[in-house]
């Protein structure tokens, strides 16, 4: 079964997650991965779906055509291989980032995560509090790699994070059911 990857960004309303996944179910599509997200006003949906066979990328954006122009939306897809790459294995850890905003906070902290080795699994952001004091508020699922230890982890963090002028926090995922 061919595997698509399929985007949507519009402003945020009701029915669109109705209306996109109608199209899929007619179809024939079945959803295996998804995240969909409000980012600024905006409702964003990236979605794994496996696609019947024969199903192109091409033919999916057409029949994906009435629910984007009802409700303003950018749709791409694209066919992605169908051997599922491993994700890298290790430790799941859960980090927590705040501090005042500022360009660099996401980079400054994944590129020491990069230097590392750890991987990033999920990553979310917003900016929280009132406008006379907004605070940066980032939070990522990761993987540290068998033989890391976590206190040099820990350790680079806390210095990264202090050149950003943020806090960080670092402590072992609790299992979720997703």
Known sequence: MPHLAISALGADRPGIVAAVTRVLMNQGCNLEDTSMSILRGHFA?????????????????????????????????RRIDDDVPESPTGA??????????????????????????????????????????????????????PGLAVDDVEATLQDVCAGLGVECSLHPADADVL
């Open 45 to 77: 949906m990236m979605l794994v779906v496996a696609a019947p066979e024969g199903m192109s990328a091409e033919a999916m954006e057409a029949a994906l055509a009435e629910p984007a122009a009802q409700f303003d939306l950018v749709v791409a897809v």
């Open 92 to 145: 799941p850890y859960a980090l927590s980032v705040y501090g005042a905003d500022q360009p660099g906070i996401v980079h400054g902290v994944a590129a020491a995560l990069a230097d590392l080795g750890v991987n990033v699994v999920d990553l979310a952001t917003r900016v929280i509090g009132g406008p006379e004091r907004p605070v940066y508020a980032m939070m990522l699922d990761v993987t540290l790699p």
